[in-house]
């Protein structure tokens, strides 16, 4: 059987489950595959589904979109930076997981605000387009700050003055 172009997806996935000390049957029952299946993905035998991407890497406790982009189903140069900052937010073991989909929602909502859609960079709106755009981003919309606290413990939402 040839070697389907598929990057280095296989070469990721074994790097991945060794780090997490798991063997190819401890992965294949956690992410509901099977061991042989497993085992052609990652001599790249094999290009799976999102989905069984998504099984595997919640199993590695990884960015599913990580291995989206090694196994080609997202553009790697178009997404990177999106990838990049949702993985680490994602990984990030001091947050939980209801702090973290608030972050990314957050996220998403500025780069829409800057018109960035879904997977857009600045070299898909033409060169320059984000220093045309005005440099709002420091002053968040009041849906973004709603029911976040300073450290103190204040509301972090804008103040008003006497006057």
Not at 114 to 138: K, Q, S, Y
């Amino acid at each position: 059987m040839a070697s389907l172009n598929v990057g280095n997806l296989g070469e990721y996935l074994r790097e991945q489950r060794r780090n997490a000390q798991l063997s190819l049957r401890q992965l294949a029952d956690a992410a509901g595959v099977s061991n042989p299946y497993l085992s052609q993905i990652e001599r790249g035998l094999r290009k799976p589904s999102a989905e069984v991407l998504q099984q595997v890497a919640k199993a590695l406790r990884i960015s599913a979109e990580t291995l989206y982009v090694r196994a080609g189903i997202l553009d790697a140069e178009r997404d990177r930076d999106e990838v990049e900052t949702r993985a680490v937010i994602l990984a990030d073991p001091t947050l939980n997981e209801r702090q973290k989909q608030v972050l990314l929602q957050i996220y998403e909502s500025f780069r829409k605000e800057n018109g960035f859609g879904v997977g857009e960079t600045a070299e898909d709106l033409g060169e320059g387009a984000a220093e045309e755009r005005p440099d709002d981003t420091d002053v968040p919309s009041d849906t973004a700050v709603r029911g976040t606290r300073t450290a103190g413990g204040s509301d972090a939402g804008p103040r008003r003055t006497a006057g």
